[in-house]
Structures are given as structure tokens and as C-alpha cells.
Antibody
């Protein structure tokens, strides 16, 4: 079974850091690009970042560029999102998403909630 | 950059057909494929249409997608509406930086 399980979310104060993890299973992780997509509860989807299969190509939304860093460990079949200088507007459910190699988000995790508040 | 604009909500009766639009402002709708995702309440999104009009295996044939260059828009058509189709639907494409862009989402209510 193809599965993505996020972890690492929680309550954090503005300006602090948090690292999200995503454990992948059921598919050859090292062959696929991966993404992070977030969603404020009750609101729409916002793409955050992507990383290609070998970490050679990275991309970030303007809203997080310079503060967030995406990375992966293919040996551990894991995806990460290091979030620094967190702001209240970063509060959202963060989804780990698999790319089908053609830019389609074909598998989504259940999400991990990040709340930035003092 | 560009935006994808969707109606906030649509509603229709069971058995009927509904069309959800996704209009691209800035750039040509045909320059990048459009995907459609369904998000049922309390669940993660799932893909229902990819590359404008392709349906993944397991998605009912009642779902179809298309693009219209004249209106610079994409459309998701759901025919023979069922109560289980009640969900939020999001269109998605890519910008020139190969960054994903989502529409604001459309809430489909099956009355």
C-alpha cells in the first residue's frame, strides 16, 4: 500500500522553528519528486515547496522562500520541511504529496497541523 | 504569475450534471496541463482528473475534464450526480517557474 505519514506538527511561537517529516512507503521513493502543500482549516490549498528525486531541483512558494527548506533522505524514504522564522500566517495543515513524475499530485498524506501562536 | 479562479460554490440535484469552471488570468490555459482534485470533508485531496482530461483508474466515468482556449478556462463536469460527490474541488496548474498554482476551490453541494 502506498502511504505517506507526516509528523512533527504542533504549537510553536512566532519566530521559532519546526521540522516536519514525512515517512513514505509502498513505492520506490527515490524515483519520484515530492511536494509540501498546506491548507488553512476551512480554506483552500496552497503549494509550498517541491524537491525532485535526487534533490537537484528545489522550488518554493514566494510566501516561504528564504524561511523554509525542503530536503529528503532517499535511504530513509523520508521527506522533510525545515520551517524557520515562523509566522502566524504559516498556521495550516501541511500535506506531504507524491508527484507522479508528470506534475500530478497522485498521493497525499493525512497532514500534520502547525499552529503558530504566542 | 497567474491566478486560477473558480466559483465559490455550485449546487445541483442528484442525477443531474454540474460543470465547475476554472479560469486562468494571465497566460494561456493550454500552456500547462490542468488537474482537478476532490476533497471530501475531513479527508485529504485525491486526484480526479489529470492532464486536462485524463481520468485516473478508479475514478468513475461520471467525471470528465476539458479546456476551452476561447474562454481561457478549464472545466470539470460531473454527470449523474451522487451524494458522495459532495466535496470541495480544486483545479491546479503550473506557472513558468514550474511552481504549482491552485484555484480557490469550489464547494459542490448535491441537494
Amino acid at each position: 500500500e502506498v502511504k505517506l505519514v507526516e509528523s512533527g506538527g504542533g504549537l510553536v511561537q512566532p519566530g521559532r522553528s519546526l521540522r516536519l517529516s514525512c515517512a513514505a512507503s509502498g513505492f520506490p521513493f527515490d524515483e519520484y519528486a515530492m511536494h509540501w502543500v498546506r491548507q488553512v482549516p476551512g480554506k483552500g490549498l496552497e503549494w509550498v515547496s517541491h524537491i525532485n528525486w535526487n534533490s537537484g531541483s528545489l522550488g518554493y512558494a514566494d510566501s516561504v522562500k528564504g524561511r523554509f527548506t525542503i530536503s529528503r533522505d532517499n535511504a530513509k524514504t523520508s521527506l522533510y520541511l525545515q520551517m524557520n522564522s515562523l509566522r502566524a500566517e504559516d498556521t495550516a495543515l501541511y500535506y506531504c504529496v507524491k508527484d507522479n513524475s508528470r506534475g500530478v499530485f497522485d498521493i497525499w498524506g493525512q497532514g500534520t497541523m502547525v499552529t503558530v501562536s504566542s | 504569475n497567474f491566478m486560477l479562479t473558480q466559483p465559490h460554490s455550485v449546487s445541483e440535484s442528484p442525477g443531474k450534471t454540474v460543470i465547475i469552471s476554472c479560469t486562468r488570468s494571465g497566460g494561456n490555459i493550454a500552456s500547462n496541463y490542468v488537474q482537478w482534485y476532490q476533497q471530501r470533508p475531513g479527508s485529504s485531496p485525491t486526484i480526479v482528473i489529470y492532464e486536462d482530461d485524463q481520468r485516473p483508474s478508479g475514478v468513475p466515468g461520471r467525471f470528465s475534464g476539458s479546456i476551452d482556449i476561447s474562454s481561457n478556462s478549464a472545466s470539470l463536469t460531473v454527470s449523474g450526480l451522487q451524494t458522495e460527490d459532495e466535496a470541495d474541488y480544486y483545479c491546479q496548474s503550473y506557472d513558468y517557474n514550474n511552481h504549482a498554482v491552485f484555484g480557490g476551490g469550489t464547494k459542490l453541494t448535491v441537494l
